[in-house]
């Protein structure tokens, strides 16, 4: 077990552990919404601070995943249009992060709430879409900057910005294919930005690499699963007990 660990169980760590991983795969590859559960825990197992970029490579391994699957799909004209935006929320994250003030205890509850944050926009976004015309955002440079920014800022201080994307892209009406390849693209492309500010932070070093490939197998394993079983599984169903398994990783990190 990593010295780095928050937990002195060895059984419960490699367990937990272990969902993560999956849930990455799962969640990257085509059940939609499972990531989320990998946080809080992520923050759990390890201190809250330094799970961000514990997870990080983790993260990438599913976006490599994934941008191959969808390979063939994706909209590159909308994603340039928040990328740059993006960028200078990551850079600002980074900031924040770098504040000594800010104790171990803050990033442990920031997570937390913006777990919970991320899981009531993705309700209020579920909402939204059961009539498409209900999600009328215009699509002006202001738009793409503020969520660009806004995920740029969740994506490096938590690894949370699913859902703000999610809304960018989904009030330009994407296909169903070219969102999740636009989406896979995105977070693949911020989620490399992000290394050199996680390992200037020390966030990420050979130890937690180790740790990293270590996991690696289990989230391959979590993608193959996620991409067969995804036409399978009631994906409303999944989605609720991910969320409410999240929703109790993060009360569990407030108290």
Same mark, same amino acid.
């Given at each position: ?21 999956? =849930? ?11 990531? #989320? ?27 490599? #995943? ?128 992000? #290394? ?36 399978? #599984? ?14 109790? =990783? ?6």
């Amino acid at each position: 077990m990593p010295d780095f660990s928050a937990l002195d169980d060895p059984y419960l760590f490699w367990f937990l552990s272990g969902i993560c991983a999956f =849930a990455i795969g799962f969640s990257k590859n085509g059940v939609v919404g499972a990531g #989320i559960l990998a946080v809080p825990l992520m923050a759990y197992i390890f201190p809250a601070k330094a799970s961000t970029g514990i997870l990080l490579p983790m993260l990438v391994g599913g976006d490599i #995943i994934a941008v191959w699957t969808f390979r063939k799909h994706g909209e590159w004209k909308y994603i340039m249009r928040a990328l740059p935006w993006a960028l200078i929320g990551i850079v600002v994250g980074w900031k924040v992060m770098q504040i000594p003030s800010l104790s171990a205890d803050f990033f442990k509850y920031f997570i937390a709430v913006t777990v919970m944050a991320v899981i009531v926009l993705g309700e209020w976004l579920a909402i939204q879409r059961k009539d498409e015309k209900s999600l009328n955002i215009p699509h002006s440079i202001f738009f793409a900057a503020f969520f660009g920014v806004l995920g740029g800022f969740t994506t490096m201080t938590a690894n949370v910005a699913g859902p703000v994307f999610a809304i960018y892209l989904l009030s330009i009406n994407l296909p169903k294919e070219n969102f999740i390849g636009s989406m896979a693209r995105i977070f693949l492309i911020l989620n490399v930005i992000k #290394i050199p500010f996680s390992a200037q932070l020390g966030l990420i070093n050979y130890d937690t690499l180790i740790f990293n490939i270590t996991m690696l197998p289990i989230t391959m394993l979590g993608a193959y699963f996620g991409f067969k079983t995804a036409k399978i #599984i009631p994906q409303k169903m999944f989605n609720f007990a991910v969320k409410i398994l999240a929703l109790l =990783a993060a009360i569990k990190l407030l108290f």
